[in-house]
């Protein structure tokens, strides 16, 4: 117990030392944290404080029943969340963190060892989700006049919720990994969120939200079927629906029933911290030293596989290009904090897109298909600009210290930049294409619309890929191994700020330019030639710098950067 004392004290200042360090790339990077996170926060509470204040006064009785719905439904997913980012995260923190090989060469015990890393997996997984939970837990005891003691009660009891999904996905982690060597753990894990992701999306379909339009329902079947479809997410048996009856029943005042199910959750997270902790007991180091295997034929077999696959798709490049292309796809499948958190986001957006398609009838005319696919433009905007800060502003900085061998080789550094700009380009814009052709078909938006959403969404990624790999390699930290601590780094958080408000400018250029087109329609505005030129005007100069300041500029720095 003296040595996890001792590691867990010793880590506890190494983070203290680092947020108080008064560098100037610290205090760069702790002002952008703090600035990202209040207007996060805060733009959640007021959205959440908008949707709980129409539903407890303006919805009549079903006000009450469809907020313990959303509330149901969003800890489900966030409980679920939680526990695939534990799974994710715990492969890298378990078994591909270089810290755990000399934790096990010191005279640790190889449970304290796990209990050191488990407590750090718990808080890498965990920080980001109750951002989400906390505005909207406090929006909700706002609305409805909670009492004092609910604030403390709610936080108190978000400890056991964490826990017991971190428990759940760590025991998945290390079973799973057990059982099978790592790279083919990782395959599995690959197919388990795929399948995952595929049943997310059927179920979306099939159980999509009848059309309730609050205030026009006269009919009580209508109403009585409703509420049968708001049963499927409560799921009686499982820790996101405790903590929501928590939340209910410390409201309604019935403090007994809150009691039992904080203590079921309580009870719950130390069976879950028992279960993971013999697990890890009987299975931890084994299943770390199954993972260092080397499984030669099987990985020669794989790598011959990959050449045959992917060279073949970028035969348009020269073979020094196609080489880094190959190199920097296979970095990515190796790591599966990179591809499960793409797979996360590509599940989410499809369950948005599913969304589209069940919009309430009164947005079924013209004027709100404009305003709809102006808005999931923006959307896609504002998705991209995050993929690019985390998955493309990294890319130039994990080439780590092997860059220096770029400089001595027969390459040059603007064909290592370009191959970087291109490959993540390409993907990006047919993900992002992909998303605004299916969004404005599902919406039935007409063809302008649609030539619209392809042409801006064009630029747009072009300018976010030329931002975050231009400052990526203006910023580089090539002594980072770990691809999100390095989009959570000062460069990354500049790269964020300037995202945001390209993203913002070009959008309120693209909605002047699309009200212009179809604003006489329905109102008296009308847009002058002049004004549309300029509109024009300014969005070519816009992409002009957003594109052509950073190539320049990370060009430059790579160049003359010392190796």
């Not at 207007?39 to 006000?63: E, H, K, N, R």
């Not at 209508?222 to 410390?250: C, G, K, N």
Request: glycine share 4%; charged share 15%.
């Amino acid at each position: 117990m003296n040595e996890l004392r001792l590691i867990t004290g010793i880590k506890a200042r190494n983070f203290i030392n680092s947020i108080t360090e008064r560098s100037v790339d610290r205090i760069a990077r702790n002002v952008a944290y703090i600035v990202i996170a209040t207007l996060f926060v805060v733009g959640m509470f007021a959205i959440f404080l908008a949707m709980f204040s129409y539903l407890q006064t303006d919805a009549d009785v079903l006000g009450p029943i469809l907020t313990a719905r959303i509330l149901r439904i969003a800890f489900l997913s966030f409980f679920s969340l939680l526990v695939i980012s534990n799974i994710i995260t715990s492969l890298s923190t378990l078994y591909r963190s270089s810290e755990v090989v000399y934790l096990f060469s010191t005279p640790m015990t190889h449970l304290n060892v796990f209990i050191t890393k488990f407590i750090e997996n718990v808080f890498f997984s965990s920080w980001a989700i109750l951002m989400l939970g906390i505005p909207i837990v406090a929006a909700y005891g706002l609305i409805v006049n909670a009492p004092f003691y609910f604030y403390p009660w709610i936080l108190l009891i978000f400890i056991p919720f964490v826990l017991i999904s971190a428990s759940w996905g760590v025991s998945f982690t290390i079973i799973l990994t057990r059982l099978f060597s790592h790279q083919r753990a990782r395959k599995w894990l690959t197919g388990g969120l795929f399948l995952s992701g595929i049943s997310v999306a059927i179920y979306a379909y099939l159980t999509r939200p009848r059309r309730l339009v609050i205030g026009d329902t006269d009919s009580l079947l209508e109403v009585d079927r409703f509420l049968a479809r708001a049963q499927v997410v409560s799921l009686p048996v499982m820790p996101h629906s405790w903590m929501v009856e928590t939340f209910l029943s410390i409201v309604d005042g019935v403090l007994n029933d809150a009691y039992f199910y904080t203590a079921l959750l309580i009870s719950t997270a130390i069976v879950s911290l028992q279960m993971v902790l013999w697990i890890a007991y009987k299975w931890y180091y084994p299943s770390w030293t199954r993972s260092l295997e080397s499984g030669g034929t099987e990985r020669r077999r794989s790598g011959t596989y990959r050449d045959v696959t992917f060279n073949p798709l970028f035969k348009l490049f020269p073979q020094d290009v196609r080489s880094l292309i190959v190199k920097d796809i296979r970095l990515f499948l190796r790591d599966p904090n990179q591809w499960g958190q793409l797979l996360i986001i590509a599940t989410l957006l499809v369950v948005y897109i599913f969304n589209l398609a069940n919009l309430p009838p009164y947005f079924d005319n013209d004027f709100w298909k404009v305003i709809i696919s102006f808005l999931n433009f923006a959307f896609t905007g504002y998705v991209f600009a995050t993929i690019s800060v985390r998955f493309v502003f990294p890319s130039v900085s994990l080439e780590g210290h092997s860059f220096w061998s770029v400089g001595t080789a027969p390459i040059k550094i603007e064909t290592l930049f370009w191959e970087k700009y291109m490959l993540a380009f390409l993907l990006s814009l047919a993900g992002a294409e992909t998303l605004v052709t299916v969004s404005n078909l599902m919406l039935k938006a007409d063809r302008v619309s649609l030539i619209v959403a392809w042409v801006g969404t064009f630029f747009v990624i072009a300018a976010l890929t030329a931002i975050n790999v231009g400052l990526g390699a203006v910023y580089p930290y090539f002594h980072e191994k770990n691809p999100s601590r390095i989009a959570s780094t000062a460069g990354a958080m500049v790269s964020v700020i300037i995202c945001v408000v390209y993203v913002l400018t070009v959008s309120a250029l693209v909605g002047f330019l699309t009200w212009a087109y179809y604003g006489t329609r329905w109102t008296a505005f009308h847009a002058t030639p002049e004004m549309v030129r300029d509109a024009v005007l300014a969005f070519v100069l816009i992409h002009l710098i957003a594109i052509g300041l950073p190539v320049r500029y990370g060009i430059r720095s790579l160049k003359y950067r010392d190796l």
